[in-house]
């Protein structure tokens, strides 16, 4: 018999952070955000064969509003 899994046993991940939000816009794009080391952020647009390092969140929503995301 398995033992029962204690539900306050699972680290669970917020849903809607402002770095996830940004990961969905990026997303909806066909592009790809993931974090790095500190505040960067590395940027993919796997179709293109395209990737780059952004320094922060901030400069990721910049980026997102000018290829027509929502951020």
Known sequence: ???ALNISQIALQPADTPFRR???GFAAKGWRLYPLDGEKLYVTVPAWGLSGVLA???????LLLKIGGAA
């Open 1 to 3: 018999m398995k033992p």
């Open 22 to 24: 940004l990961e969905a």
């Open 56 to 62: 922060n969140q901030a400069a990721a929503r910049q």
